[in-house]
């Protein structure tokens, strides 16, 4: 597959390396001779498929196997047919079956399908979990698990009547920094954890995007409160062994939209960004051949506009918001997301009874902009461009420290072990525990892998936060009927590193 320029798409962590480190990287088993591979459909074959695509004819191609589409749209399903094809090195496309989601069922039995990937918008997610484990899949679910109370209980019940399996993949557990900040907590460093104080900004490219399409509006994503913060607020539950009780959210609209827009006097804006000459906030799909095919050689099927202008009518998201979060065993977060930040990254701080342990990562610095007023992905592809990153870079740079210091005694940094590959270096760790789990060498001691049980309790703050947001009132989680009552996961007993 092309080099991923979706600016949606995770950057590269500094720490990531070709091998990574033993301490984040798990060993497994060799493929037992003979064993037949896992078969697998995609469901969604938008852009977060190609990971699975990747891994099921790359790394993974001995223990699984692609044999089915499933989409709405039949030029996204050519597109990465034609991509498998090239990946196993055909003539043409790989020729699989191709089925809408009304033939999942039929998919599933008649491809003899053992796991359904689901890469769908967030909304569709808990009918095709339930239909797929219904039709006797197991399942891999893309976060956020479901968008709504009704959802979880959908998932819930099916989990029970079907016995069926299903994977979240959480893949910021799977950062080596994030997986850091969880021994330091889990070995007793700093404490038991009094409270939790977690920033998060999206920049003016990533942060952007999410007001250009499906997400933009509340009942696709359930707001950037479940479609990102989902995987912020298992990192806490996860770092915390911890559930979230109680929530009280604010939050508005108050920079991307048209009335915002118009408030601040921008003129006229263009109803989507492909063509448009010299406009930061535009967003050219011919600028990238994956793009223009996986959407704009697609619309003609399904009128889905991947460009729409950030300061267009019809969003109903929030663009800044903020969270009061008590836990079950006594500790309170205090959250933020803003998403038309300057830089991206996030910063955590966590307050224990022996001290306090900050996180700050920082993913991107600056957004170049190139001469002709556009958004440079790619900084080092002209000397002026990576000119222009180096130069932003001596106040900012990328990269990312951890920092642990106790009652009386002077902050020390923690190593962070080096990941593989891209998005903080867990994505490809994850892939590894999502394909060869049970070729495990050894448990994993930071208890990575995530099951539908941490997918809700996940979005449970989400979910609480949207109520709230209606109400005005705190909202109890307990309260909420999710179709099972959250339970506390004690994290592993860890022992310090050197740093300890
Ligand atoms: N973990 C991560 O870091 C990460 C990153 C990106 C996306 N995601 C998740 O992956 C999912 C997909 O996101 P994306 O960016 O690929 O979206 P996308 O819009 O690029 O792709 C979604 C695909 O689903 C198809 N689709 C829509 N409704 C369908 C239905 N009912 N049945 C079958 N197919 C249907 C669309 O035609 C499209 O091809 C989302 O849930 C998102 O949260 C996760």
Redesign the pocket.
């Known amino acids: 597959m092309s080099g991923d320029q979706n600016p949606?798409?995770?950057r590269p962590s500094s720490a990531a390396s070709a091998t990574g480190d033993p301490a984040v990287v798990p060993q497994f088993a060799p493929v037992p001779a003979g064993r037949a591979r896992r078969r697998y459909a995609v469901?969604?074959?938008?852009?977060?498929?190609g990971m699975y695509m990747d891994a099921i004819t790359g790394p993974h191609a001995d223990v699984a196997e692609l044999v089915a589409w499933?989409?709405?749209?039949p030029a996204?399903m050519a597109y990465y047919d034609a991509e498998v094809g090239r990946a196993l090195g055909l003539d043409g496309p790989a020729g699989l079956p191709t089925y809408?989601?009304d033939g999942?069922e039929a998919m599933v039995v008649e491809q003899r399908v053992d796991v359904v990937v689901?890469?769908?918008?967030?909304v569709?997610?808990a009918?095709?979990v339930a239909r797929a484990q219904a039709a006797g899949a197991d399942v891999v679910v893309?976060?956020?698990l479901t968008t709504t109370d009704a959802g979880c209980r959908t998932i819930t019940d099916s989990v029970k009547a079907t016995g069926r399996d299903v994977v979240m993949?959480?893949?910021?557990r799977y950062s080596p920094r994030n997986s850091s900040l969880r021994e330091v907590i889990a070995s007793g460093e700093i404490g038991e954890v009094t409270s939790v104080h977690f920033e998060w900004v999206l920049d003016t490219v990533h942060g952007a995007d999410y007001f250009r399409?499906?997400h933009r509006q509340r009942q696709n994503?359930g707001s950037l409160l479940i479609?990102k913060s989902s995987?912020h607020f298992d990192l806490v539950n996860w770092w915390l062994g911890d559930v979230p009780a109680r929530v009280y959210a604010s939050a508005g609209l108050r920079f991307y939209g048209a009335a915002n827009a118009a408030a601040r006097g921008l003129g006229d804006r263009p109803e989507r960004g492909t063509g448009v000459v010299g406009d930061p906030w535009s967003f050219d799909l011919t600028a990238d051949p994956r793009l223009q095919a996986?959407?704009l050689d697609?619309e003609q099927h399904?009128g889905?506009l991947?460009d729409r202008d950030v300061f267009s009518e019809g969003i109903t998201i929030d663009d800044n918001m903020a969270l009061v979060v008590d836990y079950a065993r006594g500790a309170t977060m205090t959250y933020s997301l803003n998403a038309h930040a300057p830089w991206e990254g996030y910063t955590v701080a966590v307050n224990g009874t022996k001290g306090r342990a900050e996180l700050t990562v920082v993913e991107r610095g600056v957004v170049v902009i190139d001469d002709r007023g556009h958004v440079v992905l790619d900084p080092s592809a002209t000397p002026e461009t990576q000119q222009a990153k180096l130069d932003a870079e001596g106040i900012r740079p990328e990269g990312e420290r951890l920092v642990v210091q106790k009652h009386w005694q002077a902050a020390r940094e923690w190593p962070i072990p080096a990941g593989i590959g891209g998005?903080g270096g867990g994505d490809a760790i994850l892939l590894m525990d999502v394909f060869r789990r049970d070729l495990r060498i050894g448990d994993d001691p930071l208890g990575r892998a995530a099951g539908y049980r941490d997918g809700l309790a996940a979005v449970a703050v989400g979910i609480a936060a949207n109520e709230s947001l209606r109400t005005g009132q705190a909202v109890r989680i307990a309260d909420l009927d999710l179709g099972e009552k959250l339970t506390v996961v004690e994290p592993v007993e860890t022992t310090p590193t050197d740093a300890g």
Do not use: I, M, Q
Request: hydrophobic fraction near 20%.
């Open positions: 949606t798409a995770p469901v969604g074959t938008g852009h977060r498929a499933c989409d709405t749209n996204r809408g989601p999942l689901v890469t769908t918008p967030d569709t997610h009918d095709l893309e976060k956020p993949t959480f893949n910021y399409r499906w994503s479609h995987h996986l959407y697609a399904d889905y991947r998005h």
